[in-house]
């Protein structure tokens, strides 16, 4: 049972529009979400994150949108740039679990110029 | 700060050989994680240390995957035998505890292992 999922491999936007990127997840226990970004031949680097008690958290171009009710959350990130272009998971976690986080698969962004 | 290291960046093994990856957590960070990212399975989490002793080592694929941490500087993670399908990237990460961090903790990846069983 996937507890956390990117249903969308790939999103392709214009330099400069919005792009959103989107994750469910099932298990109502987690505390905290985070975005983490991956270039190719890299490690993945964290974003952003939100805890589970607000709806909203922005840095800079970068918000994510947490709506619990439907287990959804989103990155909005505006406006695109293509250095944007990476992959970008999604991850969960519990607060009793200190950084045992589950991770979608991933959605890969490409931003053309 | 380095970051999280990890050695060697490439492997290429023959099948039954035994396999050591390696591992250098940011200093002062207690938790530390074995990762392996496939195209079946996504980032999927092997085992996880605290303070140098090993958590939750219920993702680990079988008894021929075995890890360890000696120290709070350094973690292996052991193949033996290696077969063609543990071929995948294998990243460490470190993170501090979120009594000593923000709270939601992140994760700091190092850049991988690639490791190709032949």
């Known amino acids: 049972d996937q507890q956390v999922k990117q249903n969308s491999p790939s999103l392709s936007v214009q330099e400069g529009r919005i792009s959103i990127l989107n994750c469910d997840y099932t298990?109502?226990?987690?505390?905290?979400f985070l975005w983490y970004k991956k270039y190719p031949a890299e490690g993945p680097t964290f974003l952003i994150s939100?805890?589970?008690?607000?709806d909203k958290n922005e840095d800079g171009r970068f918000t994510v949108f947490l709506n619990k009710s439907a287990k959804h959350l989103s990155l909005h990130i505006v406006p695109s740039q293509p250095g944007d272009s990476a992959v970008y998971f999604c991850?969960?976690?519990?607060?009793?679990?200190?950084?045992?986080?589950?991770f979608g698969d991933g959605t890969t962004l490409t931003v053309k110029p | 700060d380095a970051g999280v290291i990890q050695s060697p960046r490439h492997e290429v093994t023959e099948m039954g050989q035994e396999v050591t990856l390696r591992c250098k957590p940011i200093?002062?960070?207690?938790?530390l994680f074995w990762y392996r990212q496939t195209m079946m399975r996504g980032l999927e989490l092997l085992i996880y240390?605290?303070?140098?002793?090993?958590?939750?080592d219920s993702g680990m694929p079988e008894d021929r995957f075995s890890a360890k941490m000696p120290n709070a500087s350094f973690s292996t993670l052991k193949i033996q035998p290696s077969e063609p399908r543990d071929s995948a990237v294998y990243f460490c990460?470190?993170?501090?505890?979120?009594?000593?961090?923000?709270?939601?903790?992140?994760?700091?990846f190092g850049n991988g292992t690639r490791l190709t069983v032949t």
């Open positions: 990460a470190s993170s501090l505890p979120p009594d000593r961090a923000p709270r939601h903790s992140p994760l700091h």
């Open positions: 298990n109502s226990m987690f505390d905290y």
């Open positions: 939100i805890s589970s008690i607000k």
């Open positions: 991850a969960a976690r519990g607060d009793t679990n200190a950084g045992k986080s589950t």
């Open positions: 200093s002062g960070h207690d938790y």
């Open positions: 240390f605290n303070n140098n002793v090993p958590i939750d």
